[in-house]
């Protein structure tokens, strides 16, 4: 009876590992998906700019708001990105 009992304990911890075993694996494949995902998010230039004139969007509004608030005058115009600056002088190169 001790080695039947012994062995279903075995046979329980040998399941036990084996269930954390799958369970890392799996988490372990998905936070590599996850890490691949945010690195080739932060490796991508399109990204980066989009995010950067999203922020710049963001931050003008936010100061737009704030001299609306305050009444401190006539607002700075909003600052231009790089790109938007080399598009607007190829329009104004075009139009010329």
């Not at 399941?15 to 694996?25: G, H, I, N, P």
């Amino acid at each position: 009876m001790i080695i039947v009992y012994t062995a279903l304990i075995l046979i329980g911890i040998a399941a036990s590992v084996l269930w954390c075993k799958a369970v890392f694996w799996f988490f372990g494949k998905l936070e590599k998906r996850i890490n691949k995902k945010k690195i080739a998010e932060q490796n991508n230039p399109y990204i980066q700019a989009h995010k950067a004139k999203m922020l710049n969007d963001k931050n003008y509004e936010e100061y737009l708001d704030w001299m609306a608030k305050n009444a401190h005058g006539v607002p700075v115009p909003k600052m231009m990105t790089r790109e938007d600056w080399e598009a607007s002088q190829k329009i104004n190169r075009l139009t010329l």
